[in-house]
């Protein structure tokens, strides 16, 4: 399928006619920087790039509620910089809320403006990415004895 045809089947979920859907496929892939792509099949772009592209689909419904898990995984610098600015795009011009699932903490940070941070499965901490930076817990889970070699 192309880049066009996965981003439809997003933007079918809510909307009925055509021609809306063109529009709403054009807009999302110029937002997600896919607009000079639409043609290409999308098993042949780059890991970047499907990446944006998995964000797109996602992002064509207009959800109000956006769930990302690890989408900066196998970015370099550079895609994972144009990803977050995409990402605060869709927040501060959509209102969408985002639940951001990601190990790379300094995006974590920047990005959010509250973090619940987890180890195996239990909840160590919440707060504004000021108090989970300076939390103790955290800190020693993440930095000091608390895991072991196992973990």
Known sequence: MTVYDNILIGACQSIRRPSERDTRVRETARIMHLDGLLDETAR????????????????????????????????????AAEALKVIRRLRDEFGISILFVEHNMRAVMSLCDRIVVLHHGRKLASGTPAEISNDPVVIDAYLGGAIDAAD
């Open 44 to 79: 042949n772009l780059p890991h970047g790039l499907q990446r944006m592209l998995s964000m797109a689909i996602a992002f064509a419904g207009r959800p109000k509620l956006l769930c990302l898990d690890e989408p900066l995984t196998g970015l370099n610098q550079t895609e």
